[in-house]
Nanobody, 125 residues
Framework: QVQLVESGGGLVQAGGSLRLSCAASGRTSGSAVMGWFRQAPGKERQFVAAITWSGVKTINADSVKGRFTISRDNAKNTVYLQMNSLTPLDSAVYYC??????????????????WGQGTQVTVSS
Protein backbone atom coordinates (compact mmCIF):
# COMPACT_ATOMS: atom_id res chain seq x y z
CA GLN A 1 0.00 0.00 0.00
CA VAL A 2 1.01 3.55 -0.69
CA GLN A 3 -0.38 6.49 1.20
CA LEU A 4 -0.45 9.92 -0.43
CA VAL A 5 -0.99 13.22 1.32
CA GLU A 6 -1.33 16.45 -0.63
CA SER A 7 -0.73 19.90 0.74
CA GLY A 8 -0.20 23.43 -0.49
CA GLY A 9 -3.62 24.29 -1.86
CA GLY A 10 -5.39 27.52 -1.07
CA LEU A 11 -6.79 30.74 -2.40
CA VAL A 12 -4.72 32.83 -4.78
CA GLN A 13 -5.38 35.71 -7.12
CA ALA A 14 -5.20 35.32 -10.86
CA GLY A 15 -1.62 35.52 -12.03
CA GLY A 16 -0.31 34.13 -8.78
CA SER A 17 1.51 30.92 -7.96
CA LEU A 18 1.13 27.92 -5.70
CA ARG A 19 3.22 24.86 -5.09
CA LEU A 20 1.48 21.63 -4.25
CA SER A 21 3.25 18.82 -2.48
CA CYS A 22 2.44 15.14 -2.35
CA ALA A 23 4.14 13.10 0.33
CA ALA A 24 4.20 9.37 -0.29
CA SER A 25 4.62 6.75 2.40
CA GLY A 26 4.32 3.01 2.67
CA ARG A 27 5.56 0.83 -0.17
CA THR A 28 6.72 3.71 -2.31
CA SER A 29 9.10 1.42 -4.19
CA GLY A 30 6.01 0.06 -5.92
CA SER A 31 5.09 3.44 -7.40
CA ALA A 32 6.56 3.68 -10.87
CA VAL A 33 4.72 6.86 -11.80
CA MET A 34 3.31 9.74 -9.79
CA GLY A 35 0.70 12.01 -11.28
CA TRP A 36 -1.41 15.05 -10.59
CA PHE A 37 -5.04 15.29 -11.61
CA ARG A 38 -7.66 17.92 -10.97
CA GLN A 39 -11.41 18.00 -10.85
CA ALA A 40 -13.63 21.05 -10.94
CA PRO A 41 -17.29 20.88 -9.86
CA GLY A 42 -19.43 19.18 -12.49
CA LYS A 43 -16.44 18.20 -14.60
CA GLU A 44 -14.49 15.03 -15.18
CA ARG A 45 -11.17 14.43 -13.53
CA GLN A 46 -8.46 15.89 -15.73
CA PHE A 47 -4.87 14.82 -16.06
CA VAL A 48 -2.38 17.55 -15.24
CA ALA A 49 1.10 16.05 -15.13
CA ALA A 50 3.03 12.90 -14.32
CA ILE A 51 6.57 11.93 -13.47
CA THR A 52 8.41 8.67 -13.08
CA TRP A 53 10.82 8.08 -10.25
CA SER A 54 13.57 7.98 -12.87
CA GLY A 55 12.74 11.50 -14.06
CA VAL A 56 10.77 11.17 -17.29
CA LYS A 57 7.78 13.45 -17.07
CA THR A 58 4.65 14.24 -18.96
CA ILE A 59 2.77 17.51 -18.91
CA ASN A 60 -0.75 18.16 -20.08
CA ALA A 61 -0.50 19.26 -23.67
CA ASP A 62 -2.48 22.48 -23.62
CA SER A 63 -4.04 23.75 -20.45
CA VAL A 64 -0.98 23.86 -18.19
CA LYS A 65 2.04 23.52 -20.44
CA GLY A 66 4.47 26.36 -19.85
CA ARG A 67 2.82 27.26 -16.54
CA PHE A 68 2.97 24.13 -14.39
CA THR A 69 6.07 22.11 -13.55
CA ILE A 70 6.16 18.69 -11.94
CA SER A 71 9.20 17.57 -10.01
CA ARG A 72 10.14 15.09 -7.34
CA ASP A 73 12.52 14.65 -4.44
CA ASN A 74 13.21 10.94 -4.12
CA ALA A 75 14.99 11.37 -0.82
CA LYS A 76 11.81 12.84 0.65
CA ASN A 77 9.40 10.64 -1.30
CA THR A 78 7.66 13.82 -2.35
CA VAL A 79 6.31 15.06 -5.65
CA TYR A 80 5.66 18.72 -6.31
CA LEU A 81 3.50 20.67 -8.70
CA GLN A 82 4.64 24.23 -9.19
CA MET A 83 1.79 26.25 -10.64
CA ASN A 84 2.44 29.70 -12.08
CA SER A 85 0.28 32.23 -13.90
CA LEU A 86 -2.83 30.77 -12.40
CA THR A 87 -6.24 31.61 -13.81
CA PRO A 88 -9.74 30.99 -12.44
CA LEU A 89 -9.96 28.06 -14.86
CA ASP A 90 -7.32 26.32 -12.77
CA SER A 91 -9.64 26.24 -9.76
CA ALA A 92 -10.28 22.64 -8.79
CA VAL A 93 -9.51 19.95 -6.29
CA TYR A 94 -6.05 18.67 -7.11
CA TYR A 95 -5.29 15.01 -6.52
CA CYS A 96 -2.01 13.21 -6.30
CA UNK A 97 -1.96 9.65 -7.60
CA UNK A 98 0.47 6.77 -7.94
CA UNK A 99 0.57 3.84 -10.28
CA UNK A 100 2.57 0.66 -10.04
CA UNK A 101 3.31 0.27 -13.71
CA UNK A 102 5.50 2.54 -15.77
CA UNK A 103 4.18 1.61 -19.19
CA UNK A 104 1.18 2.92 -21.05
CA UNK A 105 -0.60 6.24 -21.03
CA UNK A 106 0.15 8.24 -17.91
CA UNK A 107 -2.90 10.45 -18.45
CA UNK A 108 -5.49 7.79 -17.68
CA UNK A 109 -6.92 8.07 -14.19
CA UNK A 110 -8.20 4.46 -13.99
CA UNK A 111 -4.61 3.23 -14.41
CA UNK A 112 -3.57 4.79 -11.11
CA UNK A 113 -3.66 2.55 -8.08
CA UNK A 114 -3.47 4.99 -5.19
CA TRP A 115 -4.96 8.41 -4.62
CA GLY A 116 -4.63 11.18 -2.10
CA GLN A 117 -7.54 12.98 -0.51
CA GLY A 118 -7.13 16.08 -2.65
CA THR A 119 -6.33 19.69 -1.96
CA GLN A 120 -8.49 22.62 -3.03
CA VAL A 121 -7.04 25.32 -5.27
CA THR A 122 -9.15 28.41 -5.80
CA VAL A 123 -8.05 31.20 -8.11
CA SER A 124 -9.92 34.47 -7.82
CA SER A 125 -10.25 36.89 -10.71
Amino acid sequence: QVQLVESGGGLVQAGGSLRLSCAASGRTSGSAVMGWFRQAPGKERQFVAAITWSGVKTINADSVKGRFTISRDNAKNTVYLQMNSLTPLDSAVYYCAARRTGSGNYALAPDYDYWGQGTQVTVSS
